[in-house]
């Protein structure tokens, strides 16, 4: 999940107090003489919640789910086409059309109760997914059948998954002899047994103590404790990784050379990889003013992607320039031949001549819609991730230039994941895409009917309820097709309905960054050896765990 920035350093500097006083010496020895690893997440306080499929626990949240769990293999989100590196599953093989899966359960592998990890245990995982839509946000209304037989599962597809194997890699795994008996919505799974390298200690709202699992199967831990430290906002975890409070970390920090690096030269790195995640500025297409194409249409003609990336991103955050939405250069291969060269401009002339055609008027300054009733829309995203709240602000800023009065409206964290984002309770918000091999995932997060969900009921995705038969259809093919060209000319239907119904700006590309210090401990993720996600909230986390080694 993506964190952002500030709103007052004075929060920040109380968040880190408030962590530094419940529990001193993040980067000092443990009873055993080995140095303490603390993670650092801007969430702000947790509630105790360690469910690891539930969107929103605190587990997933601050990421140690993913250092207690494990998943079925390890995808390289950095270099997508490299193959899966075998894990719980020791290999998964897929038909000629991606409708099913076989996947052999890796042995030998024990949960931290000491009960046996079996195939059993992949089945009813995926099978939890199937039986509650609420967990099912990779495949819904997806999972056919689901056997096993002796140490393999077989799972069903309704639908070719040649864009979504990744996903399946991907799960996490939970022991059924815990879980059966248990709703996995609401269960807050106190206890946290995993196949994974460590096991909870303790928890807080504002600090987990992780430690290691004596008998991991993989790769023994040399890392002797986990902290997982929540922090206000992004200006508290910025501060916390200068001070070497937290070592790692990821969250934006604007001048990150001179702010974080050109503090501890030696031993403090970031690193970020390419992809085709992405930012969104997510309308709300059932909902005034953006419920009429031509106003979506006229903002996306005034946003200023260019100064976002440079003010608001530092740079960090690459540019979108293609009108496909597609970042570059991993999306050149995928652009439609009717929109090669085309690229996004501010042009507010062009929209307010737009908006004038669509029936709009001016009262003054003010823009007016043909219902007569003045425009004005909320933006909003969770106070302290000022990269988004910043990027906000020149939205805005262009809207005004329509006459549009746009208010940003900062919110608790916890309120936008649980309510704001899946209800639809928002006119417009900045949320991320995943990533995947193609940009399937980018569009179908947008605007794939298949996640569709009426406002006020739980969306997994397409959180503007964009509803179009054409594009749903269009990315099934996408998915199921079998040939570059087959894929190609449903890609062409979803780019061309991209380009002309603005479900959603896309802002600017979304490259996983991370920020990290060697000062206790190396072998985390390089430029010059990118070979995970080098963030610590996603099932990489238990590959770059079994890589660290105490520094020398």
């Given at each position: ?497 991209f380009v002309e119904d603005v479900p959603g700006l896309i802002i600017w590309s979304r490259p996983a960054v991370a ?38």
């Open positions: 999940m993506n964190k952002r920035r500030i709103l007052s350093i004075a929060a920040g500097m109380a968040a880190v107090a408030l962590v530094a006083t419940g529990c001193a010496g993040s980067s000092g020895d443990t009873d055993s003489g080995g140095a303490v690893l603390t993670v650092g997440m801007p969430n702000g306080p947790q509630q105790p919640n360690q469910n690891p499929l539930a969107t929103g626990s605190a587990s997933l949240s601050l990421g140690y789910a993913f250092a207690v769990y494990e998943s079925l293999m390890q995808v390289n989100d950095v270099k997508p086409t490299d193959p899966p590196t075998p894990w719980l599953a020791e290999s998964v093989e897929w038909n000629e059309d991606s409708t099913q899966a076989v996947i052999t359960a890796r042995e030998g592998v024990k949960w931290s109760d000491g009960e046996d990890f079996t195939a059993e245990d992949i089945a009813f995982s995926i099978q939890l997914r199937k039986d509650n839509p609420e967990l099912n946000a990779d495949f819904p209304d997806q999972y056919r059948d689901i056997s096993v037989d002796g140490n393999t599962v077989t799972v069903g597809f309704t639908s070719g998954q040649f864009v979504n194997q990744a996903k399946l890699y991907r799960l996490l795994i939970v022991p059924e002899h815990l879980w059966a008996d248990q709703d996995p919505v609401k269960w807050t799974n106190d206890e946290m047994v995993g196949t994974g390298p460590f096991t909870l200690k303790s928890f807080t709202p504002q600090s987990v103590t992780l430690v290691p699992n004596d008998d991991y199967w993989g790769t023994k831990p040399q890392v002797a404790q986990l902290r997982y430290d929540a922090f206000n906002d992004n200006n508290g975890l910025t501060t916390a990784l200068t001070t070497g409070e937290a070592q790692w970390g990821w969250t934006f920090i604007p001048d990150y050379e001179q702010t974080y690096i050109a503090k501890d030269p030696e031993n403090n790195h970031q690193v970020a990889g390419g992809g085709f995640g992405v930012d969104v500025l997510y309308l709300n297409n059932e909902t005034k003013p953006f419920n009429d194409v031509a106003f979506r249409q006229a903002l996306n003609m005034v946003v200023d992607r260019g100064d976002i990336s440079a003010t608001a991103g530092y740079g960090v955050w690459p540019e979108i320039t293609s009108v496909t939405g597609l970042p570059q250069p991993s999306g050149d291969a995928f652009i439609s031949e009717a929109y090669q060269g085309q690229e996004l401009d501010v042009d507010v002339e062009g929209a307010r001549s737009l908006l004038e055609g669509a029936g709009y008027t001016w009262s003054g300054e003010a823009l007016i819609d043909p219902d007569g009733e003045p425009v004005s829309f909320v933006l909003t995203n969770p106070s302290g991730w000022t990269d988004y709240l910043d990027a906000l602000g020149i939205i805005a800023e262009g809207a005004a230039a329509l006459g549009a009065e746009a208010t940003v409206e900062p919110i608790v964290a916890d309120t936008w994941f649980n309510d704001t984002i899946p209800f639809g309770n928002f006119q417009a918000s900045l949320h991320w895409t995943d990533g995947g091999s193609t940009p399937w995932n980018m569009y179908s997060n947008i605007m794939d009917g298949a996640s569709y969900a009426p406002l006020g009921e739980t969306a997994t995705w397409n959180y503007g309820r964009y509803n179009n038969d054409e594009v749903t259809e269009a990315l099934a093919r996408f998915k199921a097709g079998t040939s570059d060209e087959d894929r190609q000319a449903a890609l062409d239907v979803v780019q061309q309905r920020q990290y210090s060697t000062a206790n401990y190396t072998g985390f993720p390089t430029d010059e050896d990118p070979y995970a996600n080098p963030q610590p909230t996603g099932p990489q986390a238990a590959l770059i765990l079994s890589k660290l080694t105490p520094t020398k």
